[in-house]
């Protein structure tokens, strides 16, 4: 039975990423999926135009010619269209991010300092920003905290502590 789902489960995720694989190959080169080469289709796309014109003339009362259909040399190969210059890319605007909510478990990460020496706490929180040792110092026991504090440069504890 197992082998059975896993077969079943594995058939399709082969089945999505061939599918996936068409989808890449179609949007790239729709003209290839259509059986028609591309300069059968540009005949065919002018003949259609004749005869669709032909049909509103005659609606029209104008007179048209049995053998409008013009004649095209399908096998002379046909120039490449002209490549367009590059569009011009506007600057990216400028996104502003609106601070969320704090959802960070600061007493947890207060847990980690108080298990650590005093030393290391403090060389780790000094490379941290005042906001970020801000919110964590008040969750370390007071004793531990003063030690930390104590060996940080004097006026970025001071801030610290306001």
Known sequence: MKTAVILTIGSFISMLFIV???FVM??????A???????????????AAVKMLDSVMAEHGMPVKKDSVP???VSAPMKPAPVKPAAVKKPLQKIEFVEEA???DWK???????????????SILM???????????PHI????????LALFDPDRAARIIR
Do not use: C, H, W
């Open 108 to 122: 947890s990460r207060a847990k980690l300092f108080e298990a650590m020496s005093v030393e290391s706490a403090s």
């Open 127 to 137: 490379t941290m920003n005042d906001k970020e040792v801000k919110q964590i110092i």
């Open 102 to 104: 704090d959802t960070t």
């Open 20 to 22: 996936g694989a068409m």
């Open 71 to 73: 004649v095209l040399a």
């Open 141 to 148: 026991k007071k004793r531990n905290a003063a030690k930390i």
């Open 26 to 31: 179609y949007s790239m080169d729709p003209a």
């Open 33 to 47: 999926f259509t059986g028609v080469p591309a300069q059968d289709q540009a005949a065919a796309d002018s003949i």
